[in-house]
């Protein structure tokens, strides 16, 4: 199975502030990869599809980037509405596999 | 409009079964292959299984055997026959959709909740 990691695990950040996530894969998976957002109580939604390309209505202070096995996702700007946790999904192969997620909390 | 919803939720003894349905609507479910993702309570996201647009089925390794997903296109509807449930396969469990031109999980359900408890 292919482990999907993910760094950090939590930060903390302010609005305004650049963040980055990593998501790394324990084996090649191409660009089939895709970023989700998930608030407190709400399934999660679909930010950015085949590594960079921003699901449609997505902030483009969002941006993906990477392949084969390093990915990352980065909010420009953080805004109010983007304190959330963020998980990677490889869809490369089966089991499809998650990353254990990173949460943005208030600085 | 892409809606997916799911209902079959509810608290069971360990050992028991539950089928969870999830009726897609906006989109022909026979086209797309359909997924069941768990989520425990205050964890990560779990894939559980898949049913491809040709009927092909796979499992993750925690409910192979013990899960069985199935589809009605007339229905439009998607189901997970959920056998031997154990205390581990508590969560809330959400379907989506791998669809053509739109990838892989772009929409999700509301999710129901299974609680199994003695």
């Known amino acids: 199975d292919i482990q999907m990691t993910q760094s950090p695990s939590s930060l903390s950040a302010s609005v305004g502030d650049r963040v980055v996530i990593t998501c790394r894969a324990s084996q090649y998976i191409r660009h089939d990869l895709g970023w989700y957002q998930q608030k407190p109580g709400k399934a999660p939604e679909r930010l950015i599809y085949?590594?960079?390309t921003l699901e449609r209505g997505v902030p483009s202070r969002f941006s993906g980037s990477g392949s084969g096995t390093e990915f990352t996702l980065t909010i420009s700007s953080l805004q109010p509405e983007d304190f959330a946790t963020y998980f990677c999904?490889?869809?490369?192969?089966?089991?499809?596999?998650f990353g254990p997620g990173t949460t943005v909390d208030v600085k | 409009q892409v809606q997916l919803v799911e209902s079959g939720g509810g608290v069971v003894q360990p050992g028991t079964s539950l089928r969870l349905s999830c009726v897609a609507s906006?989109?022909?479910?026979?086209?797309?292959?359909m997924h069941w993702i768990r989520q425990a309570p205050g964890k990560g996201l779990e894939w559980v299984a898949v049913t491809s647009y040709d009927g092909n089925s796979d499992y993750g390794d925690s409910v192979k055997g013990r899960f069985i997903i199935s589809r009605d296109n007339s229905k439009n509807t998607l189901y997970l026959e959920m056998n031997r449930l154990r205390t581990e396969d508590s969560a809330i469990y959400y379907c989506s959709r791998d669809a053509p031109s739109y990838g892989c999980f772009d929409r999700w359900g509301q999710g129901t909740l299974v609680t199994v408890s003695s």
């Open positions: 085949s590594a960079s």
């Open positions: 906006g989109f022909t479910l026979g086209r797309s292959a």
């Open positions: 999904l490889q869809h490369y192969t089966y089991p499809l596999t």
